[in-house]
Nanobody, 114 residues
Framework: EVQLVESGGGSVQAGGSLRLSCTGSGFTFDDSDWAWYRQAPGNECELVSRGTSISNTRYTDSVKGRFTVSLDNTKNTMYLQMSDLKTEDTGVYYC????????RGQGTQVNVSS
């Protein structure tokens, strides 16, 4: 059974940084593709990043240059390093295996204040 657990969210001021974690079980990130989504209050879910490998990771335009995905295969954990955070980055962040929304975990809340 595929399970994902997101963590690392919190409250920061604009310009700050956070690192989100996504720990998987029932599969390995090394053999899979993945995605990060976020959902802001009242908004539809937005695809933030997707990739099949670190060298083949894509980001939505609004986070390019500020967000970076990395993997620790020894822990089967994916990270989303977020820097220079903006208020519009506020939302619940989810990781998924492939683009399978149903595989997401409980999400982790990110609040960015001005």
């Amino acid at each position: 059974e595929v399970q994902l657990v997101e963590s690392g969210g919190g409250s920061v001021q604009a310009g700050g940084s956070l690192r989100l974690s996504c720990t998987g079980s029932g599969f390995t990130f090394d053999d899979s593709d993945w995605a990060w989504y976020r959902q802001a209050p009242g908004n539809e879910c937005e695809l933030v990043s997707r990739g099949t490998s670190i060298s083949n990771t894509r980001y939505t335009d609004s986070v390019k240059g500020r967000f970076t995905v990395s993997l620790d295969n020894t822990k089967n954990t994916m990270y989303l390093q977020m820097s220079d955070l903006k208020t519009e980055d506020t939302g619940v962040y989810y990781c998924t295996r492939s683009l399978d929304w149903s595989s997401r975990g409980q999400g982790t809340q990110v609040n960015v204040s001005s």
